[in-house]
């Protein structure tokens, strides 16, 4: 698990290298909402806890239990596999024009 405890304003306006580190290394999340991880949320599903306030954290911490705990991690971790297989250079590659459209374009 990879815990972001700052205040979610700390990652308002950029990318976060421990969100994308942790998509890699397929770690949930526990972290506060941010327009980026809501995205992330509606496309892949969650991918560890996402608190809508800050006080939310702290009763995450508060009232999370063992057996509780375990029934989430494998769907947490099918949607970072989800996640980080959308972002792999193959998958990414669909989308641009092939080489060979752009060895015959004209400068």
Not at 29 to 36: D, S
Not at 84 to 98: I, N
Request: hydrophobic share 40%.
């Amino acid at each position: 698990m990879v815990c972001l405890p700052l205040s979610s304003r700390a990652y308002a306006f950029i990318a976060s290298g421990s969100v994308s580190d942790s998509i890699a290394a397929l770690k949930p999340l526990i972290a506060p909402c941010t327009r980026t991880l809501a995205a992330i949320w509606e496309r892949y599903g969650l991918i560890g806890f996402v608190a809508e306030k800050e006080q939310h954290l702290t009763r995450y911490f508060t009232e999370i239990s063992r057996p509780r705990f375990q029934l989430q991690p494998e769907v947490w971790r099918d949607n970072l596999r989800k996640l980080r297989d959308a972002r792999l250079p193959a998958s990414l590659a669909k989308d641009y024009p092939s080489l060979d459209d752009v060895s015959t374009a004209q400068c």
